[in-house]
C-alpha cells in the first residue's frame, strides 16, 4: 500500500500546495480520495495514471475537493475508456455527478456508477474492506477507512506431518477449502496460523475534532487527519468546522494509531514548521504532507 498526496492545500492552492486529493496504490488499482482542481495533472506528474483509477471517495462538496471531478471524467472519455468508474461521497453526490456528466460537450464512453453514502461498510471485496462516519464539519462529511484482509499464515510443516504434498492442496486449505484424503478430511484450521491483521488508513476529509474520528481511528497504521490551522486560530478552526495541528495530535494520541499524516494545510503557513512541532507536543510519530509525498504502509 503505497499513498501519493497529490494536493495537500485547504480551500486555496498556493505555488507549493494544490488542491486536496491522495492516491493510494493497492490491491492491484488507484484509490483516489477527493479530487480537487489539477487532481489529473498532479497524477501525471507522480507517474500515475487516472485510467487506473476506478474508484473515487469524496469526504464532501467544497469546491477544493471535487472540481478536479469534470477534468478528470472528460479525459478518461477522450482517452476511450471502458471501464466503469464508481464515485462515493455524502449526500447529494449523485446530484453533483449529473452536472459532471453534463458539463461541457464531450461523449461519455464509460458508465460512472454514484454511491451515496454516511456510515457502516461500503466496500466488501476479497482484498479489502471500506467503510465510512459522518464527521463534523460545515456541510456533511464522510471520514473513510480502509482495511486489508490479511488471511492467516500458511504451516506448511503441520500439511506436511497430515501426508499432504505441495501443489493444488496447499492452495486450497490457504483458501479455506478442505481437502479430501484418503483416511478423512484436512481442514483449514489445521494448517493455518492465527488471524493476521491487515493494513489499516483513515482519511478524516475535514471536520472538526470528533469522538467519532477517535473511535474509528483506533489502532490503524495511517491516520491521514486535517490540519487547516495552529492553535493561535482554535477559534477560527471551530467557527469553520476544521481541525488545528493539536487537536489532530490529540485524536492520534487517543486512538493510539502509529502514524499521523497531517493535510489541508493553509496557504497562510508558508513554513509548516509551526504545524509539525505543535502535533509533535502531543503525538510523536508525525509527518506533515506536501505535494508529492509518497509514503508506504508496510505490514507488521
Known amino acids: 500500500m503505497e499513498l501519493t498526496f497529490l494536493g495537500t492545500s ?18 492491484g488499482e488507484i484509490i483516489l480520495l477527493d ?36 477534468g478528470m471524467v472528460q479525459s478518461m472519455a477522450f482517452r476511450g475508456r471502458k471501464d466503469p468508474l464508481h464515485i462515493f461521497g455524502p449526500f447529494s453526490t449523485a446530484q453533483l455527478m449529473e452536472y459532471v456528466k453534463n458539463f461541457g460537450y464531450y461523449a461519455l464512453s464509460f458508465p460512472i456508477y454514484t454511491h451515496e453514502v454516511n456510515s457502516g461498510i461500503i466496500i466488501d471485496q476479497k482484498e479489502y474492506i471500506i467503510s465510512c462516519i459522518p464527521t463534523e464539519h ?8 480502509i482495511e486489508e484482509k490479511r488471511s492467516p499464515k500458511f504451516l ?3 500439511a506436511l506431518k497430515l501426508g499432504l504434498n505441495p501443489g ?16 478423512g478430511i484436512i481442514r483449514p484450521e489445521q494448517v493455518l496460523g492465527e ?3 491487515g493494513r489499516r488508513l483513515v482519511y478524516s476529509g475535514d471536520t472538526r475534532p470528533s469522538s467519532n474520528m477517535v473511535e474509528f481511528s483506533q489502532y490503524v497504521d495511517v491516520l491521514i487527519h486535517e490540519s487547516t490551522f495552529d492553535e493561535a486560530l482554535k477559534n477560527r478552526a ?33 513554513d509548516v514548521d509551526i504545524i509539525e512541532k505543535e502535533a509533535s507536543e502531543i503525538f510523536q510519530t508525525v509527518i506533515v504532507a506536501r505535494d508529492f509525498l509518497t509514503f508506504k504502509v508496510k505490514r507488521t
Open 195 to 197: 488471524e493476521r491483521k
Open 35 to 70: 479530487c480537487g482542481e489539477g487532481t489529473q495533472r498532479q497524477m501525471l506528474m507522480a507517474g500515475l495514471s487516472p485510467m487506473k483509477v476506478n474508484k473515487i471517495f469524496i469526504t464532501h462538496l467544497h469546491g477544493d475537493h471535487i472540481l478536479g471531478l469534470p
Open 156 to 158: 506448511e510443516e503441520k
Open 10 to 27: 485547504s480551500a486555496l492552492p498556493s505555488k507549493q500546495r494544490s488542491h486536496p486529493a491522495i492516491a493510494l496504490k493497492a490491491f
Open 238 to 270: 471551530i467557527e469553520t468546522g476544521h481541525s488545528t495541528a493539536s487537536d489532530a495530535a490529540r485524536i492520534a494520541k487517543k486512538s493510539c494509531v502509529k502514524t499521523l499524516i497531517l493535510t489541508h494545510i493553509s496557504t497562510r503557513y508558508q
Open 138 to 145: 460545515s456541510i456533511p462529511n464522510v471520514a473513510y477507512k
Open 168 to 183: 493444488p492442496d496447499f492452495g486450497k486449505l490457504q483458501a479455506g477449502i478442505p481437502v479430501k484424503k484418503d483416511d
